[in-house]
């Protein structure tokens, strides 16, 4: 991890010393334990503040749209998909894009770190070798690294960048398709599943996060802001109305989320934001043997349409 | 007066007999304030809640009023809490968040009779932090970890006890009526062993922001941050909201809705036009009205230093840090 760092330090420095680039985005330190923060690299002399490990869990891609400089960016295996997806939607100009891939073995999920501490305050964290050390007043515990991985982490088959012009580290080791939590999840009665989602959403204060973090909900005006038509109710007490919003952002990124698991790790109330669109990526895949952000030829799952699509997900083939 | 911790669920269900009572509750691995129907409920070993308590008295959805089209006109239906509440054991930062509450929904201007009512006729009962968390910087900002400001009752965690402690008349008045054992032990080692080491910088702050406003360190400062609202909405000062009518057929009522101006729509004019176009001059504007524009109206500073916009920011955008930054600019440069 620290040798990551430094070779992202490196080469953010390099490209900035040759002008390839005009602003390096990347992570620094955060200022909470098990926290790093995107940064805004311009200047050379600024890329030690670089840094690379298991904390760096926002996804970058987000960041790129709007860009008017030339950008290099720190892109870890599902920054690389986002990216990709948003190149074929024209929302980014690869010419104007240097990618630095990292070989991702997965971040952490802060979720599941506050449930081992169960209250106790985490004061300072180390990693090392597969393992983490939470350190707080009082007590150190040591957990394997890969029990507290984020959801989407532990499944992700792209550890490893599909697309950069340079790739720094070693790769991961390849995984295999596992959608066995979908499987789970619709084995559940339609009740029991009902109630899950009325428990989750109960819980949503409509801050937004985890469309705002999403790299692919980039609409200038989302259905949810919408005042004439106002699709859904605004008050964040009917769990019903929480429900349709993320329900309508799940059909909204069907097709086109690369399952980073950014919407989930963003939200502050702890909701299982994650679970639907995963339901639609992999029926995407089965129905259509479509996955987004995989390579810049494929087209996407939405721009194609042929006669013999199988229509399953609407009526019985 | 005094209250063993035995004894506290049967007081707290006295309490019920005449109250309302919001008190921390634990579910799922996260504390929140809510409504309770008996005293054993209650979870007072916690560092803070997620959410603020704010939304006891300001909710995050509201009816303001509904309405309803018959025979010969509309029938109005107003609606008032009228309910007697009490806020068991929140935190010094959320109780002195009420009085900055107080000061936006009830001043020279504008009286909020829906906040109002609910005020008046709530107890608040703060709760001392014997352990300050690491986000915490309440000394910052003129309170502490055992500043009564807007607690009508103060408690304080002694060993097997709480020091019971009537603030305000309301609180004197509310506490007698529950005959407590006398007894004032001595608090100070508590008070000192509670530290609160995370600090900000507020000096001269003020200063530099009533002229800062056109100073370059804006275009940067805000450059990580995605425009969502858990910064405000889990803020305990913010006050912000939106007026929409949820109304179907020949019925509905008008809500008011949390808002939070680190969304785009916030300031969206009719005519299409956006005075606060992107994330800069949101991020401004959410450090302006907590550290100038308050001060200028209120004379107090509308940040308790509670440390929630520093948990749950998505992007970890600290406010300490970006106070810092703005402290650390020589006044004037890039003006
Ligand atoms: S919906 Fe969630 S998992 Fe899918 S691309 Fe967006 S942030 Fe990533
Ligand atoms: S981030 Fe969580 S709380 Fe916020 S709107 Fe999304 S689901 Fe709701
Ligand atoms: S600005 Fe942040 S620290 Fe200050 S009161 Fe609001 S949430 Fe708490
Ligand atoms: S900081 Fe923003 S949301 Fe909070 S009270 Fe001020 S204007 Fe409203
Ligand atoms: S500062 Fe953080 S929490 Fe606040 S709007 Fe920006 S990203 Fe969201």
Redesign the interface.
């Known amino acids: 991890m620290e040798n990551l760092a430094r070779l992202v330090q490196d080469a953010a420095r390099k490209l900035l010393e040759e002008k390839k680039v005009d602003l390096v985005i990347g992570f620094e330190k955060?200022?909470?334990p098990l926290?790093?923060?995107?940064?805004?690299v311009r200047k050379a002399e600024d890329a030690g503040k670089l840094t690379w490990n298991s904390s760096c869990e926002?996804n970058l891609a987000?960041?790129l749209r709007k860009k008017t400089e030339k950008v290099g960016v720190i892109a870890k295996g599902c920054d690389a998909r986002s990216i990709v997806a948003l190149i074929k939607e024209n929302q980014i100009n690869l010419d104007n894009l240097y990618i630095i891939g990292v070989p991702c073995g997965g971040m952490i999920d802060r979720k599941k770190i506050?449930?081992i501490l169960?209250?106790r305050?985490l004061?300072a964290s180390e990693e090392k070798d597969g393992w983490l050390i939470l350190k707080g007043?009082g007590f150190e515990q040591a957990v394997r690294k890969e029990d507290v991985l984020h959801g989407s982490c532990a499944t992700c088959r792209t550890g490893n960048p599909v697309l950069s012009d340079e790739l720094l580290g070693e790769k991961v080791p390849e995984k295999e398709d596992d959608y066995s939590d979908v499987a789970a999840f619709e084995a559940k009665t339609v009740a029991e599943r009902a109630a899950y989602f009325a428990e989750q959403m109960s819980k949503c204060?409509?801050?937004?996060?985890c469309?705002?973090?999403c790299p692919m909900c980039y609409c200038e005006e989302c259905f949810v802001?919408c005042?004439a038509p106002?699709w859904i109710?605004?008050?964040?007490?009917?769990s019903g109305d929480n429900l349709i919003f993320q329900a309508m952002r799940a059909f909204h990124t069907a097709g086109r989320c690369v399952d980073c698991g950014s919407c989930d790790?963003?939200?502050?109330?702890?909701i299982d934001v994650r679970n639907l669109n995963r339901k639609l990526a992999r029926d995407v895949k089965e129905i259509f043997g479509a996955e987004a952000g995989m390579n810049l030829e494929d087209k996407p799952a939405l721009n194609e349409f042929k006669f013999d699509d199988p229509q399953t997900f609407l009526v019985k083939e | 007066m005094l209250i063993s911790k035995n004894d506290l669920p049967v007081l707290l269900d006295r309490i019920l007999g005449e109250y309302e009572v919001y008190a921390p509750v634990k579910e799922h691995g996260k504390v929140e304030f809510k409504k309770i129907s008996s005293g054993t409920q209650v979870c007072l070993q916690y560092s803070n809640s997620q959410k603020p308590p704010k939304g006891i008295l300001f909710p995050q959805s509201e009816k303001m009023f509904c309405y309803e089209t018959v025979q010969d006109g509309v029938r109005v239906d107003e609606i008032c809490d009228c309910s007697k509440k009490v806020i068991w054991g929140i935190r010094p930062c959320d109780a002195k968040s009420f009085t900055i509450l107080d000061d936006a929904f009830k001043n020279e201007q504008y009286r909020d009779p829906y906040y109002y009512k609910r005020r008046e006729n709530t107890v608040i009962v703060g709760f001392g932090c014997n352990r300050p968390g690491a986000t915490c910087f309440c000394t910052s900002v003129n309170s502490g970890p055992f500043d009564t400001a807007g607690s009508d009752v103060f408690l304080t965690e002694l060993e097997d006890k709480y020091y019971v402690e009537g603030i305000t008349e309301k609180g004197k008045e509310f506490i007698a009526r529950y005959q407590l054992p006398d007894g004032s032990p001595d608090t100070s080692r508590i008070k000192e062993s509670a530290v609160v080491a995370s600090k900000v910088n507020l000096d001269g702050l003020k200063e530099k922001l009533d002229v800062n406003f056109y100073d370059e360190i804006w275009d940067s400062l805000w450059e990580k941050c995605i425009g969502c609202a858990a910064c405000t909405y889990l803020c305990p000062t913010c006050h912000c909201f939106d007026i929409v009518e949820e109304a179907e057929g020949g019925k509905g009522c008008r809500v008011r809705n949390w808002d939070a101006c680190m969304f785009p729509l916030f300031t969206l004019h009719g005519s299409g036009h956006n005075p606060r176009p992107s994330g800069k001059e949101r991020v401004r504007q959410r450090i302006m009205h907590k550290f100038k524009y308050f001060q200028d109206k209120f004379q107090q500073t509308a940040c308790v230093g509670c440390g929630r916009c520093i948990k749950n920011c998505p992007v970890n955008l600290d406010i300490r840090i970006l106070l810092d930054a703005i402290q650390q600019r020589e006044s004037g440069e890039g003006c």
């Open positions: 955060g200022s909470l926290r790093s923060t995107p940064c805004f926002n987000n960041y506050e449930t169960n209250g305050e004061l007043n204060i409509r801050c937004y996060a469309r705002n973090a802001d005042t106002q109710g605004k008050s964040a007490s009917s790790r963003a939200c502050p109330m702890g």
